[in-house]
């Protein structure tokens, strides 16, 4: 049993602006437990009330400053926690933190580059590698992904999630069984058998969230998301399991909703939230607490699932993330608090071995035999009877199988019956006889040349059987990485399902989207990548084809030295001469070559994997974001509401004489009365003063916009609320043009403003 509190790390995330001086310091002396003190400003212009305390100090079992890089918080959270989980300890780490201050950044890591994969792939990565590393054990992986928002559990790894949305799912529930044992009714487990299958499913999983996600529940910062890697271990021949839960957990935002300030359906999803860290706090406090029995576990779906994480037989470890700018700070020194209290509770880890019953029933059959049959030896009861055609039959497909089985502890097991002893014998012998007979008969065939090679043979075989084995591997990373060669992905099965018009906005979408720079980037760096690994896989070719020479020469020389003593009578020399060391140090020189190469490929075709499930996360998003501004702009077209004119009291877009002139003219050139000046004030369009590039509406809404769209207006209210993947395109091709005729009208004017901005 391995007893310890739950390790505390702080994880400080560079600040958007730059950076404000004064308002924290670390300090890590090494003999003493690290501190990060926040430090209040007098003058805090924004109304902050700092009447008693100027600074708080907080200790952390280590605390990562701005420029920390996820392999840096890797190796010092997760490979700790992931080595006991291999060990057979249950683990999880938990970020906790307000929304923006980096748990997503730290938990599954950033959407763009590679080296911003955070925690899971990491550890994904690890873990599978030691599985390999380890041949005394055998490994089983599965993977779940649980959801938990507004206190209902969601599968992320549900197959029908694509089909529908959120609601229309089976909930996940807890079952609680009379050991207390929590099971979770309707939560997939998947297997995976590789680290490649595991990221398919993380992936999966954060698509899955995304396409449910709406701008109305904003789930993924308002969710908890439990990422479950589950692992069992035995070794070979033994009934005894090992099994391991690793959770790496990304909480929803723990911001109050006081500093949130949003009504209606906001607010209750927000309550919720927080009564879901609510309710986390309590258990929190509880455990901290001497000396209190009853932990309320039970009142919330999180600290049912995480029971054991939180004072129970788990390894756990907190990441306190910290966004520290002034604006913040109140937030930041609330999760310090939360994490202080946190560092409190105590947790037992226990080796979690279960007998499997049925592999115990097996293995008690076997012995059971075994005893018969030595007893059958020990009172010398002989059968005297000739064993019949079949037994015989048996008996040689027995004595066949045990000879074609590579494992070197594997027996003939024939019971202790002599009759059957003998043929074994008999049989086993005739085998030999015949072997040898074949073999005679081919040597005869070949040259004497060959004869004298004989004891080489094994070793050969042995060493071809291993370049055969690694050729094979290389061709099937290779291949793997060639199915994946970047195909124009945009425009996979999309267009088939567009209209024309709609075709032509996605375009110009696409184009503009925020996104497209990064997308871009990706995939540059995907041909680089892919172009290495073309080459590298030449250049490996290259080097085993030169290994193959320097060997054959090697063994040339061999062959002449002998041939040269025989026909001048002299003893081969036993020491290799200098120009065969010098061949010799070629060939490990070109050895250790390959292996560099082939380790790097390897390392490529990981990377390339996962910047391509980043790219396909990226065409789902921009995808998704089309379809939302899509309908939104068709509902606009069709909405031909008066109530929408006295919408006008909303902040308008385009503010020169100039611009407003030509947008009038634009809407006094459409009859429908369906470009309405709403269409300008709702803030998604300001961004074209920052960012020329984004000229079309900004895909991913400012807490600006999303206020705005919280608020509900009239117009609002009048267009029914669709979850996302149900929203039809137009498809009407009169509908369509006129969306067609709006956007490009509206960029050419934005285009024009940023210009003259310039
Ligand atoms: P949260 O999940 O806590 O709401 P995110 O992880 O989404 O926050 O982070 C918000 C933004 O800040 C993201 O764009 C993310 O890429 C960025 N970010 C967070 N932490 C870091 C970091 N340590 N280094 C660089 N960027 C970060
Ligand atoms: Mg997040």
Redesign the pocket.
């Known amino acids: 049993m391995v007893k310890q509190t739950i390790q505390i790390f702080a994880?400080v995330?560079?600040p958007v602006r730059k950076h404000q001086q004064g308002i924290y310091s670390i300090d890590e002396d090494e003999k003493l437990i690290p501190s990060l003190e926040i430090i209040l400003p007098r003058d805090l212009a924004d109304g902050f009330v700092n009447n008693k305390r100027e600074s708080y100090k907080f200790k952390f079992q280590r605390i990562f400053d701005q420029d920390a890089n996820q392999e840096t918080v890797f190796e010092n959270i997760a490979k700790p926690v992931a080595g006991s989980v291999l060990a057979g300890y249950n683990g999880t780490i938990f970020a906790y933190?307000q929304?923006?201050?980096?748990?997503?950044?730290?938990i599954t890591g950033?959407a763009e580059r590679y080296s911003d994969r955070g925690i899971i792939p990491r550890t994904l990565s690890y873990i599978f590698e030691q599985l390999q590393k380890d041949s005394s054990k055998i490994y089983t992986t599965h993977i779940s992904y649980l959801e938990i928002y507004n206190e209902c559990g969601y599968d992320l790894l549900d197959p029908r999630h694509e089909a529908s949305s959120l609601e229309d799912l089976p909930k996940v529930t807890i079952l609680e069984d009379p050991d207390q044992n929590i099971h979770l009714k309707n939560l997939t487990l998947h297997q995976a058998t590789t680290e490649e299958e595991a990221l398919n499913l993380l992936f999966l999983g954060d698509t899955n969230r995304m396409i449910a996600e709406t701008p109305m529940n904003q789930a993924s910062?308002r969710s908890h998301c439990i990422f479950t890697i589950h692992l069992s271990s035995k070794e070979p021949g033994s009934a005894t399991v090992r099994h391991a839960k690793l959770h790496l957990v990304?909480l929803a935002?723990s911001e109050r909703v006081a500093k949130t300030g949003v009504g209606g359906h906001l607010l209750t999803e927000a309550k919720y939230i927080n009564l879901s860290l609510h309710y986390l706090e309590q258990v929190i406090i509880a455990l901290s607490e001497k000396h209190r029995s009853h932990i309320p576990y039970r009142n919330s779906m999180m600290t049912s699932v995480l029971r054991d994480s939180l004072g129970g037989n788990c390894m756990t470890t907190m990441i306190a993330?910290l966004s520290l700018e002034k604006r913040n700070l109140d937030e930041s020194i609330s999760t310090c608090r939360f994490a202080q209290r946190v560092a409190l509770i105590k947790n037992e880890a226990v080796l979690n071995e279960e007998i499997n019953p049925r592999l115990v029933i097996k293995r008690l059959q076997k012995e059971i035999q075994e005893l018969k049959d030595e007893l059958a030896m020990v009172t010398g009861e002989q059968r005297t009877e000739a064993l019949t055609e079949a037994e015989l039959l048996q008996l040689e497909k027995l004595i066949t199988s045990f000879l074609e089985d590579q494992d070197s502890d594997s027996r003939l097991e024939v019971g202790a019956d002599m009759r059957k002893v003998h043929h074994c014998f008999h049989h086993l012998k005739k085998l030999l006889n015949d072997k040898k007979i074949l073999e005679n008969n081919t040597v005869s065939s070949e040259s004497k040349d060959q004869d004298c090679q004989e004891p080489l043979k094994e070793e050969e075989y042995r060493k071809l059987r291993d370049i055969l084995k690694q050729r094979d591997n290389e061709i099937s990373i290779l291949s793997e990485v060639m199915k994946k060669l970047p195909l124009s992905w945009f425009e996979r099965g999309m267009r088939e399902e567009m209209s024309l018009g709609c075709q032509e906005a996605f375009e110009i979408f696409k184009r503009d989207h925020a996104d497209s720079v990064t997308i871009d980037d990706n995939k540059q760096i995907l041909k680089q990548r892919f172009s290495e690994a073309k080459a590298l896989g030449e250049s490996i070719n290259e080097a085993r084809s030169k290994i193959g020479h320097l060997k054959e020469e090697i063994t040339q020389r061999h062959i002449q030295q002998v041939a040269l003593g025989i026909s001048e009578n002299m003893a081969v020399p036993l020491m290799p001469d200098q120009q065969e060391e010098k061949l010799r140090s070629q060939l490990e020189e070109e050895k250790r070559r390959y292996k560099t190469m082939f380790t790097r490929l390897k390392a490529l075709k990981v990377e390339i994997e996962h910047l391509q499930l980043l790219m396909d996360k990226a065409k789902v998003k921009l995808q998704k974001e089309f379809e939302v501004w899509w309908a939104e702009e068709a509902t606009n077209l069709q909405v031909n509401s008066p109530a929408v004119n006295s919408l006008d009291h909303t902040k308008p877009f385009l503010q020169t004489s100039d611009s407003q002139h030509e947008w009038s003219q634009l809407l006094s050139n459409k009859s429908s009365g369906g470009w309405e000046v709403q269409d300008q004030g709702t803030g998604r369009f300001d961004v074209c003063d920052v960012n020329a590039r984004k000229i079309l509406p900004s895909p991913c809404p400012s807490p600006h916009s999303q206020k705005q769209s919280s608020t509900s207006t009239p117009l609002e209210d009048s267009i029914p609320k669709r979850p996302v993947s149900s929203i039809p395109l137009t498809g009407d091709s009169q509908t369509d043009s006129d969306i067609i005729a709006f956007i490009k009208a509206r960029q050419s004017i934005l285009q024009k403003q940023c210009l003259g901005s310039n």
């Open positions: 994880r995330k560079p933190g929304t923006g201050s980096g748990k997503t950044f730290t950033g910062t990304d935002g993330t």
